[in-house]
C-alpha cells in the first residue's frame, strides 16, 4: 500500500501549492482587462500569491480544503482494494508534511480531529468502470466557498430560464463570500444529490474547455457572460471579472422534477490527478 500512498501525497501538495496554468492564464487575463483599480489591485495579489505557493512549495491558500477525491477505477485493478487506505493514509500523511490545515470537525464536539480525516472524510467518490487503470483526481474544497453551493428543486416549466435565474440570484447573494473570480460548477437532473455530484464533478475541467454537447456548451456560455454583467468583480469589490468559467454537466430527469445543484469553486481552482497502471507505474498531472 506504501507505494500507492508517496503519490497521492504528491498529488495533494501539487493540488494545494501550485495553481493549475489554465487557471493562472485566465486569471492574468481578467488582470490585464480589467479597468477597475481595486480589481486590478485584487488580482494582482492574487497572482502573487499564486507565485509564492509554487516557488515556496506552501500552500496557496491558508485554507487547504476538504479533502475531497473523484476515484474512477478500472474493475480489473489489482489495486482496487487499496485505494480507499491509502488515501486515508496520504491525506494523514499531507497533513503534516505538506502541512495542510486540519479541517475535519466532529459535527457534535467541534473537536477537531487534527488530520483531516474523521467520519465519512476524505470524501470520495467513486465511479467503477472497465479495464485495470485507476485514475485519483484530488479535489481540495475550501469552506468559503462551499458555503456558497446550493441546490434547488425547480419545477419543469421553469426549465433553463429557472437556472440560470436560480445561478444568478445566488451568485449575487454570495457576493464576495466566495472569493471571487470563481469558477461555478451547475448539475442538471438526475436527483437532489446527484445533481450536486454533477456540479462539484464538473469543477474537475479545464478553464475553457466546453461540455461536449454544443447546446450545453452554448448554455455554458450564456451564463459565464451573464455572471459577469453582475459586477461583483475580484474579492466583491466590483469589476468585470465575477467568474473565470461555468461548467455544466446534466442527466435525465425525472418528468415531474428538475434538480439543479450548484457547486462554487474559488480562484484557487485546486485540483491534480494521478493515473495508477496495473504494474505500479503513477502518472501525475494537473
Not at 500569491?49 to 485493478?77: H, K, L, W, Y
Not at 491509502?86 to 464536539?109: C, F, G, H, M, Q
Not at 466590483?238 to 434538480?259: C, M, N, Q, W, Y
Amino acid at each position: 500500500m506504501e507505494a500507492l500512498v508517496h503519490p497521492i501525497v504528491e498529488a495533494i501538495k501539487l493540488a494545494v501549492t501550485r495553481i493549475p496554468d489554465d487557471t493562472v492564464s485566465a486569471l492574468r487575463r481578467a488582470y490585464e482587462s480589467e479597468e477597475s483599480k481595486v480589481a486590478r489591485f485584487n488580482l494582482g495579489n492574487i497572482l502573487m500569491a499564486i507565485e509564492i505557493g509554487r516557488d515556496r512549495s506552501i500552500p496557496v491558500c491558508q485554507d487547504t480544503g476538504t479533502m475531497t477525491f473523484f476515484v474512477r477505477a478500472g474493475v480489473e485493478s489489482p489495486h482496487l482494494g487499496k485505494i480507499e487506505a491509502a488515501v486515508l493514509e496520504a491525506v494523514k500523511k499531507a497533513t503534516i508534511e505538506v502541512p495542510l490545515r486540519p479541517n475535519s470537525v466532529d459535527v457534535l464536539t467541534g473537536r477537531n480531529s487534527g488530520d483531516n480525516t474523521g467520519k465519512e472524510v476524505p470524501i470520495i467518490h467513486w465511479e467503477l468502470t472497465r479495464g485495470d487503470e485507476v485514475e485519483v483526481a484530488v479535489f481540495p474544497k475550501g469552506g468559503g466557498s462551499e458555503n456558497c453551493s446550493a441546490l434547488a428543486m425547480l419545477t419543469p416549466a421553469e426549465g433553463w430560464e429557472g437556472v440560470k435565474r436560480f445561478v444568478l440570484e445566488r451568485v449575487m447573494e454570495c457576493g464576495g463570500k466566495p472569493c471571487p473570480p470563481v469558477v461555478l460548477g451547475v448539475g442538471v437532473g438526475g436527483s437532489a444529490d446527484h445533481s450536486l455530484k454533477l456540479a462539484k464533478k464538473a469543477l474537475l475541467r479545464r478553464i475553457g474547455e466546453r461540455n461536449s454537447d454544443d447546446r450545453i456548451a452554448e448554455l455554458e456560455e450564456e451564463l459565464l457572460e451573464e455572471v459577469n454583467s453582475l459586477g461583483i468583480g475580484p474579492m466583491g469589490m466590483g469589476g468585470k471579472t465575477t467568474a473565470l468559467d461555468v461548467k455544466i454537466e446534466v442527466a435525465h430527469r425525472h418528468p415531474a422534477s428538475f434538480p439543479v445543484g450548484l457547486a462554487v469553486q474559488c480562484w484557487a481552482n485546486r485540483r491534480a490527478f494521478i493515473r495508477i497502471k496495473a504494474d505500479g507505474r503513477v502518472e501525475l498531472w494537473q
